[in-house]
T-cell receptor
């Protein structure tokens, strides 16, 4: 149980286009989901906390107008990278919070974004 | 905010050796601490989770300890195998009132190479 999926697993796009990444909790409901970014040989950096039915909370330095987050349901959060540029190329990983006697995050497999 | 440091950044050992990976954190009000494994270009695999009330957790050849008073955790790997080669990430889970949620803060990881 507690499986999180991401789609797509990889995407290549031209500079200036927008890319949407989906994060789904497959067998549990998640009021809270998280979006992370990981540059090569770096650790995961939290970008934003996504809450179902309300606006996302962005970490300092993350542009909310560039990285649009929508938590439309208890099993789906989307991250849209708007007007992508080569510097946005990164590995994006989502996680979903699972509460069952304790609090844990389950992670998706990640999405590799390459902007040409 | 929580800061997590992992040393060493990289470690190379011969097959069969026992080894210890170190993780330190600054905020002792930790809810739980997790160790993850990440293979190149892949997502995260959760290895062990230690609740704040626990001192250690074991799974197979892995043993993780938590000492909140000193702000340290260790991951012990017994009888290392080439298949253990990966990057190991430590993450502290804390409650942040500003975001209204628990957040994981990751270290930069230790890249382990087990030489056959």
């Amino acid at each position: 149980g507690a499986v999180v999926s991401q789609h797509p697993s990889w995407v290549i796009c031209k500079s200036g286009t927008s890319v949407k990444i989906e994060c789904r909790s497959l067998d549990f409901q998640a009021t809270t989901m998280f979006w992370y970014r990981q540059f090569p040989k770096q650790s995961l950096m939290l970008m934003a906390t996504s809450n179902e039915g309300s606006k996302a909370t962005y970490e300092q330095g993350v542009e909310k107008d560039k990285f649009l987050i929508n938590h439309a349901s208890l099993t789906l959060s989307t991250l849209t990278v708007t007007s992508a540029h080569p510097e946005d190329s990164s590995f994006y990983i989502c996680s979903a919070e699972y509460i069952n006697g304790g609090v844990m995050q389950y992670f998706g497999p990640g999405t590799r974004l390459t902007v040409l | 905010k929580q800061e997590v440091t992992q040393i060493p950044a990289a470690l190379s050992v011969p097959e069969g050796e026992n080894l210890v990976l170190n993780c330190s954190f600054t905020d002792s009000a930790i809810y739980n601490l997790q160790w993850f494994r990440q293979d190149p270009g892949k997502g995260l695999t959760s290895l062990l989770l230690i609740q704040s009330s626990q001192r250690e957790q074991t799974s197979g050849r892995l043993n993780a300890s938590l000492d909140k008073s000193s702000g340290r955790s260790t991951l012990y790997i017994a009888a290392s195998q080439p298949g253990d080669s990966a990057t190991y990430l430590c993450a502290g889970n804390n409650l942040y009132s500003g975001a209204g949620s628990y957040q994981l803060t990751f270290g930069k990881g230790t890249k382990l190479s087990v030489i056959p």
